[in-house]
């Protein structure tokens, strides 16, 4: 599973011009499900992505996460991260996982996000989105968990 995580200001999704999700200090996840990710993986990405520390203390040093800041989180599903581009000019997403499979891990992944931190935002799986962000910093780190 992988996850492309933006400390920002602030963050939302649109779709068909109506705001479905927004957040704002926080962290933007990018969200790519791969065929061999699991429950197990998921809940693996979430304790990660709610201990990481990319939020400034007191000290102005990164030490805090995204819960000790109380922010927000706006996930985002985008299956174009498992994309393989080491070889030629196209994509390949043979390591993506089929659609019913990478739906059914996208709603256990919010599920299990929301029963773990108050303020979760989301797109909606598998539509044409359009994403607006304010990156803080920028700070940016892609996250990979097998």
Known sequence: MLGLIQR???AS?????HTVGAIEQGLLLLLGIQ????????NKLIDKILGY??????DNKMNCNVQQIHGGILVVSQFTLAADTKKGT???FSSAAPPAKAQALYDY??????????SVATGIFAADMQVA????GPVTFMLEIE
């Open 90 to 92: 196209r994509p390949s």
């Open 53 to 58: 520390r990319i939020f400034a203390d007191a």
């Open 8 to 10: 920002v200001k602030n």
């Open 133 to 136: 962000l304010v990156n803080d």
């Open 13 to 17: 999704v649109t779709v068909d011009n």
């Open 109 to 118: 992944f919010v599920q299990q996000l929301h029963a773990k931190h108050n």
């Open 35 to 42: 065929k061999n990710d699991s429950e197990e993986t998921a």
